[in-house]
């Protein structure tokens, strides 16, 4: 049963996105008789995964266990049940997301003291009011959207920090289209007309930062384009209008 189980959650691949590599924000790797037991109950149902024992989870009598490549599971300390999802903590007037506090204080720290030197940035021509970290795709229709609204969000004093994502991973056509622009002589016009869906000769540098990115992304939590991450660490998924941006951070 246990083997059923385990398999169905890694073939939920959105599930196992959001939680890729969690892990090595959220704790170092623990062992000992309990860690050991764990991967040994989990490895008898499916020896072929990687299992890392974080810690003791905020339930009692469970552990936290990264699934390498795959999800974040919430294992009890004799290795023979687990559950993985969301984990929410009841306060007062409120469900508090405890794995999403945790990521956003990481996300905070990490995008604080993180260099932009291999970002691709969208300044605004005046003061800069607000900042959006955002992964995207240039083969995302709504990464597309919110880029056509460039213009917008920089009037409004909004710069806009890309970093790369390509969704269907490395290699791929989506890889060598942005992989292309993060390696152009001009970033931003070239990320832009690919992005406009014109016909830009694939160029790929070896030293092209967009597989960091990806792994940068899925470890803090990201599973879809475009997904910004605020300087506060909290993460917008999705699309929404410049218009919509200039409302968040009160620039009306």
């Known amino acids: ?94 469900f508090v997301d405890v794995l999403d506090i945790r990521l956003s204080k990481a996300r905070r720290d990490l995008f604080a003291d993180r260099s932009t030197s291999d970002m691709i940035i969208f300044k605004p021509v005046g003061e ?22 460039m213009g917008e969000l920089n009037s409004y004093g909004i710069e806009v920090r890309y970093l790369a994502f390509p969704r269907s991973g490395i290699p791929s056509e989506s890889y060598d289209k942005i992989a292309t622009a993060w390696c152009a002589q001009n970033q931003s016009d070239t990320l832009t007309r690919i992005k406009n869906g014109e016909d830009v000769p694939t160029s790929v540098c070896a030293d092209n930062p967009v597989a960091d990115h990806l792994a940068l992304g899925r470890k803090i939590g990201v599973s879809g384009t475009p997904s910004i991450i605020l300087m506060d660490g909290s993460m917008i998924p999705g699309y929404q209008s410049a218009a919509d941006f200039a409302k968040l951070f009160s620039l009306e």
Not at 41 to 49: A, E, F, I, P, T
Not at 86 to 91: A, G, H, M, N, T
């Open 1 to 94: 049963m246990l083997k059923i189980i385990v398999k169905r959650l890694i073939a939920r691949c959105v599930a196992c996105v959001i939680a890729i590599s969690v892990g090595s924000i959220a704790a170092a790797d623990v062992s000992g008789p309990v860690a050991d037991k764990i991967i040994q109950s989990l490895s008898s149902g499916r020896s072929d995964l990687n299992y890392s024992v974080l810690g003791k989870s905020p339930i009692a009598g469970f552990y936290e266990v990264q699934v390498e490549g795959g999800p974040l599971l919430y294992v009890s300390a004799d290795g023979e049940y687990f559950f993985d999802g969301s984990l929410y903590q009841v306060k007062a007037g409120q």
């Open 128 to 149: 800069t009011k607000a900042v959006m970290n955002v992964f995207t795709d240039v083969d995302c229709g709504y990464c597309r959207k919110l880029h056509a609204e």
